[in-house]
């Protein structure tokens, strides 16, 4: 339906309750699109943001939109998408802290302004059990390092059920949001949080998994990011010139802190290139998930203590 035949869409006095589910979504759809939002932070494109806001106002999340296409939306819940739209595009907010609600290795998890809007590539394979590349059976104990929301660190311990989990940030705040979660999904007795500098304050233990999505965007990068991420902490960005400051000091140290058959798994987004040019005769490997795109490594204790990061 395009924005022009779409019955609701800038029409109130249209009787509400022939309005359906999909007349909403449609007019949600075509009213992003119009604005020229940015995507990314939970869903990629106008039509699927606007399925997001229509089934979470009307509390349909755990249904399968096509069932519930053709069903009739309250007054009160089509006035409530819309005002919801208006202020997602007003404000250039992600609709994940306007919802204070982020899917995330298809948990639905909590979030806010104090922790950037869980996104990582790492939810996809661990929503896969990590197959193929990690038997997580045998994994006993996981580091999420730069846990932020702690997105990473519950959906390891929501996957591998007698796994324990240190969830480590430097940022108090984000810690909050993580504690939050841990407290949602009932992990508190596997899932703690620590607050570090990079390793600085972890407890001396060895991991089976090191799991991070550390900040990776370079400095000339920060000032053109979208509208959007500056409702998100800088610092959960800010990889300082080449993007990779944090990165080469968890290549460095990560293996001080893995088992010997331990693993360490790190995201690079866009920044990928940026790690195979730095370390050009490192056989890197770049894991593909659902969406194909390869931008998670992974590295066994083994490479790590035989190449000098
Ligand atoms: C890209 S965010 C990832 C957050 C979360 N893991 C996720 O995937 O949504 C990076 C995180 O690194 C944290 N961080 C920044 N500098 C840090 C440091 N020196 N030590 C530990 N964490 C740091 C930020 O606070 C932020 O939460």
């Known amino acids: 339906m395009s924005p022009h035949n779409c019955p609701s869409l800038g029409n109130s006095r249209l009787p509400s309750q022939l309005i359906t589910i999909d007349d909403c979504v449609s007019w949600a759809d075509a009213r992003l699109d119009q604005a020229d939002v940015f995507f990314g932070h939970g869903c990629y494109n106008s ?14 999340m755990d249904q399968e ?4 296409a053709s069903t009739l939306i309250s007054e009160q819940d089509y006035s409530k998408v819309r005002d919801l739209i208006e202020r ?3 404000t250039r907010q992600p609709l994940a802290y306007l919802i204070r609600e982020a899917w995330f290795a298809g948990y639905r998890f909590y979030i806010d302004e104090r922790a950037i809007v ?15 590349w990690i038997d997580s059976t045998t994994l006993e104990r ?10 990473i660190a ?5 996957t591998c059920p007698n796994l324990i989990v240190d969830a ?13 979660n841990i407290d949602r999904f009932q992990v508190e007795n596997r899932v703690q949080v620590v607050q570090s500098d990079l390793f600085q304050n972890l407890p001396i233990c060895k991991y089976d998994l090191i799991a991070s999505n550390p900040p990776y965007i370079p400095s000339e990068e920060l000032d053109k990011l979208p509208e ?5 902490p800088t610092p959960a960005f800010a990889g300082g010139e080449d993007g990779l400051k944090f990165v080469r000091q968890i290549l460095i140290r990560a293996a001080d802190y893995l088992s010997d058959k331990g693993h360490l798994l790190i995201e690079l987004g866009n920044n990928a290139d940026a790690l195979e040019s730095a370390y050009p005769d490192f056989p890197f490997m770049w894991l593909t998930s659902r969406s194909e795109e390869s931008v998670v490594v992974l590295l066994s204790k083994e490479e790590l203590q035989h190449y000098e990061f």
């Open 65 to 68: 939109y096509d069932e519930i």
């Open 168 to 180: 480590s940030d430097l940022d108090a705040s984000a810690l909050e949001v993580a504690r939050i």
């Open 47 to 60: 039509r699927d943001e606007a399925i997001w806001a229509t089934l979470h106002v009307a509390g349909l």
């Open 88 to 90: 997602r595009i007003q």
């Open 142 to 151: 996981a580091l999420d390092l730069c846990c932020g929301s702690g997105c």
């Open 118 to 132: 869980p996104r990582s590539h790492l939810g996809d394979l661990i929503q896969d059990g990590l197959e193929p």
């Open 228 to 232: 959007e991420y500056l409702h998100e």
């Open 154 to 158: 519950v959906a390891l311990a929501l």
